[in-house]
């Protein structure tokens, strides 16, 4: 069973900071790409960070040098540190996983979403 659970999210000030966590089930995070994605209302969903299987990280250029996606191995759990936080941050974020499986199509497995909001 393939199943990320998201927590983490809730409201912080402007400039603060907060770590969301992506619990993954089913899957060796390190052997998947992982990411963050996130929506705010009358916008769509949209990619904030990815870790590829090799360890490499890419960001939104609207979070680069704000957020830092990072996992743990051990604990199986990839997180999403943000800092100095913005109230255009304010949206739901999702936890993704995309399942790379030998000689199976590539498969998109979603969390529920956990709310992150910024207050001014």
């Known amino acids: 069973q393939v199943q990320p659970v998201e927590s983490g999210g809730g409201l912080v000030q402007a400039g603060g900071s907060l770590r969301l966590s992506c619990a993954a089930s089913?899957?060796?995070?390190?052997?998947?790409?992982m990411g963050w994605y996130r929506q705010a209302p009358g916008k769509q969903r949209d990619l904030v960070a990815r870790?590829?299987?090799?360890?490499?990280?890419n960001y939104a250029d609207s979070v680069k040098g704000r957020f830092t996606i990072s996992r743990d191995n051990a604990k199986n759990t990839v997180y999403l540190q943000m800092n100095s936080l913005k109230p255009d941050d304010t949206a739901v974020y999702y936890c993704?996983?995309?399942?790379?499986?030998?000689?199976?199509?590539?498969?998109?497995?979603w969390g529920q979403g956990t709310q992150v909001t910024v207050s001014s």
């Open positions: 993704n996983i995309r399942k790379r499986s030998p000689g199976s199509p590539r498969y998109d497995y």
């Open positions: 089913g899957i060796i995070v390190s052997l998947n790409d």
């Open positions: 870790i590829t299987t090799g360890g490499s990280t």
